[in-house]
């Protein structure tokens, strides 16, 4: 019989991803509330960050439910420290000096001025990507959006604040759908991070598609990698046309440039039009060299902003291909193409239960 190479997808690292990242401490702090201009009421959730005089991001934190945040500085000297809110737009800037070790008080005052993307419409041909993505391929009102919501989501996987009662499940198919091989669920409580995908560095550098003998592993993406520098670099940011199924959705599209031979990935962040959230990311795999129905394999995430306003992954699938060859020991980037997909396996996730680290049940809202 030919050998049978079940694909290892994400799943694997999910239930080891839940971890508790402890912030650094420094002896400089700044500490405060963000509350809008009009009202003084709290903005829950902000994203405040803190830039040294370069314009580099040096530290980052959510306001909690009363809009309260501490932010610690890696050393005395000038920052400029910004709170920024998914769905609106002007983020609070203001400048604050810290001698060393000191500790100071600072009030983010932010506009609740609603952004607007009822105007936002995808026209003409796709752009080559052919260059840098920040050379004007990037459609900055969306994508400001969209990275405001992933920055939200990975600060609050960061923090550890939430703990999530996740099932998995694994479900092994032929190519129809009719014969289930695999049909498996389990419930794992995580810390911090429900999902999570391999290092921005891994992808870039070994793709998102890992090959060893007799094996095949396909990566997924979530906020982190989406957001990191390192991503951006490597794809092609453009509108993209909302279909039946994404009325009342704006849509980023990223593709890898051009001239990338490594598997990767192409997607699309879906923003609401009205809101400017960000509700779920899509994608599919690029240089994929074995044969069968590849345009299948892929993935997607979902967000919600939870009370408290901050960020989590509620739901996710990945895709990836069940392998079959004959007298094939070694599955390689060279030998793929003598690989066929004889079914597909979904390993997928979702949230059922969350609580903060008090105990408190947060509710989700579905």
């Known amino acids: 019989m030919p050998p049978h190479l079940p694909a290892r997808t994400i799943l694997r690292r999910l239930a080891l991803a839940a971890l508790l990242l402890p912030a650094s401490l420094h002896g400089q702090t700044v500490q405060g509330r963000v509350v809008e201009v009009e009202t003084g009421a709290p903005v829950p959730g ?57 500790r100071v008080e600072r009030e983010l ?42 920055a939200a989501a990975a600060l609050a996987q960061a923090s550890g604040e939430y703990r999530f009662l996740v099932e998995w499940r694994i479900r092994d198919t032929d190519l129809d759908g009719r ?9 794992v409580v995580a810390r911090g991070r429900p999902f999570a995908a391999a290092t921005v560095a891994d992808l870039v550098t070994g793709g998102y598609v890992v090959l ?30 909302p279909g039946r199924e994404q009325q009342g959705l704006v849509g980023l599209e990223f593709v890898p440039l051009d001239g990338r031979v490594e598997p990767d990935v192409r997607g699309v962040l879906w923003l609401d039009r009205a809101t400017a959230e960000l509700r779920y990311v899509e994608y599919t795999y690029t240089g994929l060299g074995f044969r069968g129905p590849v345009e299948r394999l892929g993935g997607r995430i979902d967000f919600q902003r939870v009370p408290g306003g901050a960020w989590i992954i509620p ?21 793929m193409r003598r690989f066929h997909m004889y079914g597909i396996s979904e390993q997928s996730g ?5 609580r903060t680290g008090d105990g408190a049940t947060v509710p989700l809202g579905r």
């Not at 309260?68 to 005395?76: D, E, H, N, T």
């Not at 739901?315 to 030998?335: F, G, Y």
């Open 46 to 102: 902000a994203v405040v960050v803190l830039q040294d005089a370069s314009g580099r991001r040096v530290a980052a934190v959510l306001a909690d439910a009363a809009g309260r945040y501490r932010v610690s500085a890696p050393g005395a000297g000038t920052y400029w420290l910004r709170a920024e809110r998914v769905g609106f737009a002007n983020p609070a800037v203001v400048t604050v000096t810290l001698a060393a070790g000191e």
């Open 109 to 150: 005052r932010s506009e609740s001025r609603r952004v607007v993307l009822e105007a936002v419409v995808a026209e003409g041909e796709p752009r080559r990507c052919a260059g840098r993505p920040q050379e004007g391929a990037v459609a900055a009102t969306v994508w400001d959006e969209a990275r405001k919501a992933l």
């Open 212 to 241: 060893e003998p007799r094996r095949v592993e396909m990566m997924g993406v979530d906020a982190t990698a989406i957001l990191s520098d390192l991503f951006v670099q490597h794809h092609c940011f453009g509108l993209r046309r």
């Open 179 to 187: 014969t289930v091989m695999r049909d498996e669920t389990l419930q």
């Open 350 to 354: 979702r949230v059922l239960e969350v």
């Open 315 to 335: 739901s996710w699938t990945v895709r990836a291909p069940l392998l079959q060859a004959h007298n094939e020991r070694e599955l390689t980037l060279r030998s």
